[in-house]
């Protein structure tokens, strides 16, 4: 039996290759886009659940004191504990000579679901997150986003910020 060699065609060398580059190429960039939003998400969890745990600690630091002194040491509690709960943050954050999660000094407010009662808000922000975000831009597409869309919105916020109430005292 003898063993016949098929002709090589010509036209089909590398198709393989430069099929697999037009899949894989767009893959790779959607694979990207799933991790950078959501590392996005993943900051603004972490935010979300500082400005709560803040919140929780200002009300067991106005339970412990009378309501006229409640405002300063929920205050300082507040940030304190939201300061705990984004350490990881403000580590990556000074390695790269940024400043820590900001935590405002909370004041306490009438509350907005209830005039009569008094709120303290807590606010923690993650400060220029467009030009430091947790997954770095592989390629600038921000300016090839705002040429295409227009400047009325952006693909990656400039701040994240995550904001909790809790109530002191009241009916």
Sequence with gaps: MSSRRCPPRSGQRGVAALELAMVLIPLLLLLYGIVAYGSLFWVQ???????????RAALQSAQLTDVHGASMLSGDAACKAAGQSVQWLNARRRALGLSDVACSQPAVVACPYAPGNRCLQITVTYQNYQMYPLV???IPLQDWLHSLLGSQGEWIPRDLEARAWVQ???A
């Excluded at 969890?45 to 919140?55: F, K, P, Y």
């Design 45 to 55: 969890q972490t935010l979300t659940r500082a400005a709560e745990d803040g919140a």
């Design 168 to 170: 002191l005292g009241g």
């Design 136 to 138: 770095p831009e592989l």
